[in-house]
């Protein structure tokens, strides 16, 4: 009898991405999924309104609570993040899936993406972007840092990570049980990689973590 600790006999397909993958497309947004989306608004100086969808988003600490994102190039949320600090995390879900995926559009500075993806605003109340209306939840965020990322050989990217301080919470009283988010029933969207994959987080399930006794137990 094989140990459970033995190597599975499964082939397995290996490739150093420097080198390239060898399958019909990069498995790598697969691989690292399914990731939530930070759909973002932001403000310009002229007060034009831009949202869009980022799908490298998390949080990044609970108190005070920071999360982040990147994006590919300098892109309009980006160039409104630096000019006013401020944007809002606005929470994408299955039922706002369709308007999420309009407001990725590369439209024109001056279009409000709201608008475009027929979505209300609602004023925020520590920062000046408005949030989505009807999202079941929203982060009000001012920037900490933007960093340029680097690869192994220091040479810049043109990807951009943006840290934010969350400053203040909307969260629709529908959506809380008990004084509970309920994740299940606001379908929170995540990416699943490749062109068009996503998922709904619709089903939970819990475990606790192992105690220190069991920690001390092993040694």
Sequence with gaps: MSSPHQASAAST???EPSKGHRLPHSPFKAIIAPRPIGWISTIDLEGRVNLAPYSFFNAMNESPPILGFCTMSRKDTMRNIEATG???????????AEQMNLSAAAVRPDVDE???????AAPSVMVRPPRVADAPAAL???????TQLKDLDGKQLDV???SGQVVG????AEYLVDGIFDTAK????ARCGYRGFYASADKLFEMTRPSDAFAAAQG
């Design 13 to 15: 397909h290996f490739y």
């Design 186 to 189: 606001a379908r929170n969207l």
């Design 86 to 96: 401020e944007f809002v995390a606005n929470l994408a879900t299955y039922d706002l």
């Design 160 to 162: 951009f990570q943006i």
């Design 169 to 172: 919470v909307h969260i629709n």
């Design 114 to 120: 709201m608008q475009l993806a027929g979505l209300a």
């Design 140 to 146: 009000e965020c001012r920037m900490l840092n933007i």
